[in-house]
């Protein structure tokens, strides 16, 4: 049965639920206060580059299941399910997340909804933010008690929203159990195709809910941090990460996914969310538990500036006048996401140090631009490479990973190839007479 359904905030989150949600046969308002996104996705194009999300934007505007608006009374008007998707970024000088968009989107919804709605919160919140929410909601809104919030959150991975969306491992919904509410039986209609499907779903309390969320990042991090901890032991006794990741993966009860060394984790959700946890657990009396954490941060951070010396030590020992190629700016490839990117940090501290760095990629060069506009933007891989004393693959595209050493080798200074991702074939690069060097291998 077709639902309706409004999304607040069309962020990589929100207009991914929006637009899924339509596919899903629902009718969406999807509402930001952003007047510029709203008309670009009205228009049906995605303000950020997301595979396969413009099709399913265009499909369900075009059927008239998909809309989107800057007006809270118009959503509020027409919608009786309400998903909370805006960021919670980190504060600025702070571990801890800042809530202000989350909080704000209650205030303004809630006094404007008048009759029984469920309001799903999507968002990345410390533990306990549920609660507070539900009990303002309750306070401001004129239907009171029959207005129910409830915890819903995501795991969707940037490149793979739609089908993080659509096909999820799990999903997960946190109640208030102390409320005999409609949350769950809401729930369970607007997500009705993916329970037949076979997709688990566990309900729980507010608390566990958040917690999972913050807790899935935190592991992830944890487990990126160790591969690039053993990489480092790698390179200390000449042994090759890959091949330990290969076979320790083999283990199911470790896994092969996440255990790909490298310049380490970047983006807009774990290195925030894992600083945020640290802070709320903090707050909490529970700091000892999460210590651990800083150490995953550490070492994820440790990878940036040892890639800056490993470019230092392929340029003969110093970077001043040296000339860098820097291969790939986003976080991670299949996105045009440069938050907190370990690629585009890299690229501007050797330039900080003295080089002249040109950086590609391809689909990040905008906003790459934005943050820092005094690097050498390139219109191709190639362009990039010329006069380069060194070049460095930052982030692992298919474009990167397909390069061939003749590709390039007619305009670089220098045959350095770093490969901060261990994506290349280092065979191919070292037997046309390349100085290869991944991470954590010989
Ligand atoms: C992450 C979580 O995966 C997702 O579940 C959550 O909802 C949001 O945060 P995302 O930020 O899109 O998703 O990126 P992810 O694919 O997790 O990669 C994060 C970073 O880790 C990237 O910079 C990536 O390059 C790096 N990474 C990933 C590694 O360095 N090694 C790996 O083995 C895997």
């Known amino acids: 049965m077709a639902m309706q359904i409004a999304v607040f905030g069309t962020g990589y989150l929100g207009a991914t639920h929006a637009a899924c949600m339509a596919e899903l046969g629902h009718d969406v308002i999807g509402v930001d206060v952003d007047a510029g996104k ?33 007006s809270y009374e118009e959503a509020a008007g027409c919608a009786d399910v309400h998903f909370l998707g805006v960021g919670t970024p980190q504060k600025k000088g702070e571990f801890a997340a800042d809530v202000s968009y ?32 539900g009990t303002r909601v309750r306070e401001l809104s004129p239907a009171g008690d029959a207005v129910e919030l409830a915890w819903n959150p995501e795991f969707l991975r940037e490149g793979y929203a739609v089908q993080d969306t659509l096909r999820p491992d799990r999903l997960v919904l946190g109640v208030d159990p102390s409320r005999n509410g409609r949350a769950e039986t809401v729930a369970r209609a607007v997500y009705g195709d993916l329970l ?46 890959s091949v330990l990741a290969d076979a320790i993966g083999h283990d199911a009860r470790i896994g092969r996914k996440f255990l790909n060394a490298g310049i380490g984790f970047g983006g807009g959700c774990l290195p925030k969310d894992i600083r945020a946890f640290m802070a709320r657990a903090g707050e909490l009396g529970a700091d000892q538990a999460l210590t651990f954490l800083r150490e995953v941060d550490a070492i994820n951070m440790r990878r940036r500036t040892s890639m800056v010396e490993v470019a230092k030590s392929a340029c003969g020992g110093s970077l001043l006048g040296a000339r860098v190629a820097v291969l790939g700016c986003a976080f991670k490839p299949d996105s045009d996401d440069v938050r907190d990117s370990p690629a585009l940090n890299i690229a501007g501290q050797i330039q900080l140090q003295g080089a ?87």
């Open 196 to 241: 037949d499907s076979g997709i688990p779903l566990i309900v729980t309390d507010l608390a566990t809910a958040e917690l999972v969320k913050v807790s899935a990042n935190a592991f992830l991090a944890t487990k990126i941090s160790f591969i690039n901890a053993m990489a480092e032991v790698c390179e200390a006794a000449g042994a090759d990460v």
């Open 38 to 70: 709203v008309e670009k996705l009205a228009s049906g194009d995605v303000p950020f580059y997301e595979p396969g999300l413009d099709e399913v934007l265009r499909r369900n505007i075009k059927s008239g299941r998909l809309r989107f608006s800057t």
């Open 102 to 133: 989350v909080n704000r989107v209650i205030e303004d919804l809630a006094p404007l909804i008048d009759r029984p709605a469920v309001i799903f919160g999507k968002s990345t919140v410390p533990v306990g933010t549920a609660e507070r929410l």
């Open 356 to 442: 002249a760095v040109s950086v590609f990629d391809p689909k990040a060069m905008e906003n790459s631009r934005r943050l820092f506009p005094t690097l050498y933007y390139a219109a191709s891989a190639k362009d990039a490479c010329n006069g380069a004393d060194v070049v460095l693959v930052l982030t692992e595209w298919q474009e990167f990973r397909e390069m061939i050493p003749s590709d390039i080798e007619s305009v670089v200074r220098q045959r350095h190839i770093v490969d901060g991702r261990n994506c290349l074939e280092s065979d191919r690069w070292r037997d046309a007479g390349w100085s290869y060097q991944g991470v954590g291998r010989r």
